[in-house]
């Protein structure tokens, strides 16, 4: 009977250590930071003049010619001070990174955790420009400088992957969480153009559609906030053209509720109807999200057809 109880007890210790042994497993990827050697050639720095950064882990077998790229997230920043302040941390230099970033999730190389992705070609892009990788401007007082970069960033770390076999992609998904996501609306159809023809290319935005709704003061306070973004950064620039023309504000360009028009790739949206953030800073019901976002269901096998 004791032999049958601790049998049972072992049993259950096994069931429930399991998940976390194969997180666990998963954890131990660890990949190391590559800095853009010839960024500061095209003038792409991050905030505090550091050279922009990437991790890459390669693809293997029938994933060898395949990629994915994901946007690093962490917010913006909208004015001088703030700006400052993240250029002292990872979210603004690569001097406070780590230089080994565990690749877990969607950049998983495990099969039975990431089966579509585990052997495609893996890209973090390290984020440190405080504007959705869409700025192009310096801030220079004589005493502090600024480099508002994030455009020339994500076009010198396409660059660089280029020649690593990203020319030669057959199948490619430009990814990104939260502000990164909020990237791949602006960098979408910019992506499709490095890459042949015959690619197949996609987008998806995990948690990056940012809506233009009045907060439960009833102000436009995430309006305020990209305006401010958009001015300090020199983000009006590298908006869609199209978007920018059709509307009387340009700035509304960085939302993806009014960009996602314009942009002809494939493109999937991931936003939970209880996104903590926008709950806070919105006051809009179930109803007007999903009626502001166009609704497609992500199915990784679509790349099979």
């Known amino acids: 009977m004791n032999a049958a109880v601790e049998i049972v007890f072992i049993l259950v210790l096994l069931l429930s250590f399991a998940p976390w042994l194969i ?7 660890e990949v190391k930071m590559t800095l853009v050697q010839n960024a500061s050639a095209h003038g792409a720095f991050c905030l505090d003049g550091s050279l922009p950064a990437y991790h890459l882990h390669r693809g293997f077998g029938a994933g060898a010619r395949n990629w994915l790229l994901q946007f690093e997230g962490g917010g913006w920043c909208n004015d001088i001070p703030s700006c400052l302040e ?58 502090s400088s600024l480099y508002f970069r994030g455009q020339k960033i994500w076009e010198a770390i396409i660059l660089d992957l280029l020649p690593k076999g990203l020319a030669n992609a057959r199948k490619a998904l430009l990814s990104g969480c939260s502000a990164g996501g909020l990237a791949t609306f602006l960098h ?70 009014y960009a996602l028009r314009y942009i002809t790739t494939p493109f999937f949206i991931l936003n939970s109807a209880y996104d903590v953030f926008q709950e806070i800073t919105h006051s809009f019901t179930i109803y007007q999200m999903c009626r ?10 679509s790349y099979r057809s």
């Open 188 to 257: 979408c159809d910019e992506f499709t153009k490095y890459l042949p023809n015959n690619a197949s290319v996609k987008c998806l935005s995990d948690a990056g559609f940012f809506l233009d709704e009045r907060d439960i003061s009833l102000n436009h306070t995430m309006r305020s906030l990209y305006k401010e973004i958009v001015e300090l950064q020199g983000v009006e620039q590298n908006l869609d053209k199209n978007c920018t023309k059709s509307l009387y504000i340009p700035e509304l360009c960085f939302f993806p509720q």
């Open 86 to 143: 993240r250029a002292q941390t990872r979210r603004g230099s690569t001097r406070y990174m780590t230089k080994y970033e565990i690749f877990s999730g969607i950049l998983s190389n495990n099969a039975s955790l990431n089966p579509d992705f585990y052997n495609w070609n893996r890209v973090k892009i390290r984020y440190c420009d405080g504007a959705s990788f869409a700025g192009n401007a310096k801030f220079d007082n004589g005493t």
């Open 23 to 29: 997180c666990a497993k998963d954890r131990r990827l």
């Open 292 to 301: 502001s976002i166009r609704v497609i269901h992500y199915s990784t096998s």
